[in-house]
């Protein structure tokens, strides 16, 4: 039985993608839930909010242990296959595969065995290459006896990114109210299709595989729409408009379906919203600093007065945003931490 694994996707950058997953995998797991993060966006922005740099410097400087997901596929850049990983424990139930700047490498090769794979007569080979990321991370959540593996990725429709949707059960779209983010819906829709497909055809093209190869479900889940605090009335029309189109933009281009402006549903109550959360700029240092999830800062942290309240706030948000997540991907929480 593998493990279902959710990612946080969308090729338009600056939505708030990594502060989701950190915030999100940080809240099911205080829900009970057992997640392994696995950070696949070359940038590793989503290790550095979980570990110091300290903690960075030990592990992508130690040659001599495979700490990083890099370090665990670079077998597969030579003739052998990947490594099991030596996860980072956040807590009792959080565990980290860390990201590494050196996972770029990959791109190429992951890149060429995509076209290569249908005309290849040995497929074990390029499957493995193709489904590195899915197989190693299944491998350690069942080590860590994870409930949950939940995906960071970078903001592009590259070839890492292609693999770690193969590895996707589901996918939410984070997304902000602007321009940008409805274009990325344009893009993004199409090619996950297009990666689904792709990946049916190359499955299917080997009738005898000789280990487990994911579904590459790609199923999207729904998007998580990121507020701003703007006052003034024209920043409030600005950002209305793009807002107010995300629900038709998100059946078209990410669902495929046809619309009827009649019977479209605003934002606020499109059943795919997920949520529409505040960016909690004002908690976002002292979160840092304390090296810890907005929603779990305290009095000693500096949360005091307004930013005391805010932190309750945020705790109940991300709450209900993760017990919506948790009924759509069928995952079940523990009745005791609820």
């Given at each position: ?12 950058g ?28 070359p ?24 700490s ?15 490594a ?39 497929k ?20 860590f006896?994870?409930?949950l ?5 970078g ?25 940008f ?18 990946w ?72 795919y ?35 005391a ?30």
């Open positions: 039985m593998t493990i279902p694994v959710l990612t946080f996707f969308n090729n338009k600056g939505v708030g993608k990594t502060s989701l997953v950190y915030h999100l995998s940080s809240m099911f797991a205080a829900l009970g839930v057992r997640v392994l993060a696995v950070d696949l966006d940038q590793a922005n989503l290790t550095a909010a979980f570990l110091d740099e300290d903690q960075l410097e030990e592990i992508w400087e130690d040659e001599t242990t495979t990083t997901i890099f370090d665990s596929i670079k077998p597969l850049l030579d003739v052998g296959d990947f099991p990983v030596d996860y980072q424990i956040i807590n009792s139930r959080l565990a980290l595969i860390p990201g590494d700047l050196a996972l770029s490498s990959f791109e190429d090769q992951l890149s060429g065995t995509w076209t290569d794979v249908l005309s290849e007569t040995n074990a080979r390029p499957f493995r290459i193709l489904t590195a990321f899915w197989r190693s991370a299944q491998e350690a959540a069942t080590r006896g994870a409930d593996v939940v995906i960071d990725v903001p592009n429709l590259g070839a890492i990114n292609r693999a770690a949707l193969l590895s996707s059960n589901h996918v939410i779209v984070p997304l902000g109210a602007d321009l983010s409805l274009q990325g819906l344009r893009n993004l829709g199409p090619t996950l299709r297009n990666w689904r497909e792709g049916e055809k190359r499955r299917s093209s080997w009738t005898q595989p000789t280990f487990d190869l994911p579904d590459g479900d790609m199923t999207p889940v729904g998007y998580i729409a990121m507020r701003r605090g703007v006052r003034l009335t024209r920043p409030v029309k600005a950002y209305t408009r793009w807002l107010d189109q995300i629900p038709k933009e998100f059946r078209q281009s990410v669902l495929d379906q046809k619309v009827d402006p009649k019977t479209l549903p605003s934002i606020g109550t499109d059943p919203c997920l949520a529409m959360l505040k960016n909690y700029n004002s908690l976002m240092p002292l979160a840092q600093e304390a090296r810890k999830p907005i929603f779990f800062l305290r009095a000693a942290d500096g949360a005091i007065g307004s930013h309240n805010a932190v309750q706030k945020a705790y109940s948000d991300f709450k209900t945003v993760a017990l919506e997540i948790a009924q759509r991907i069928d995952l079940t929480l523990p009745e005791s931490f609820l």
